[in-house]
């Protein structure tokens, strides 16, 4: 976590954290929805199978570090956004990602069913719960930013907008 300090963090408010490189094509969902608000956010890949001490460094640090909501993203036994909910009190938004072996179901059993005192806000399967994670955490970080809340108003009344009346 060398390149963590505090001043990029505060930057940059969102953690996005994966599992794997093959989870970027969901999660870059999140990043996208993040950048067309105007949040900083931070991307990385953090294993809890693969690279369990990278997780727990991130996990212990995020909140020293700056960030405010935490986007964790992970597929089959995804026990990432559960792992990280356990290590820090900021708000963790988990996505399952769509695996090969059961389309996702495994990975949204796996991050849905946490015990009582350790929250994760679990999002639905693949490219829809990337989005709105992305929409949640602006959602945070809008209730002390009024200028992010506006932009968050705007997004919303858009996609409200692009809905026709009859389909083309
Ligand atoms: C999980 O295993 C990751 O989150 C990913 O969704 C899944 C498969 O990972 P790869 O084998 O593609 O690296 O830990």
Known sequence: MSDLTARTAGE??????MGSQSDWETMRHAAETLEALGVGHDCRIVSAHRTPDRMFAFAKGAKAAGFKVIIAGAGGAAHLPGMVASLTTLPVFGVPVES???????SLHSIVQMPAGVPVGTLAIGKAGAVNAGLLAAAVLALSDPALDER?????AARTEAVTERPA
């Not at 940059?12 to 954290?17: D, G, L, S």
């Not at 968050?152 to 919303?156: D, G, S, T």
């Open 12 to 17: 940059r408010p969102v953690a996005i954290i």
């Open 152 to 156: 968050l108003a705007a997004w919303r």
């Open 100 to 106: 090969k072996a059961l389309s996702g179901v495994d």
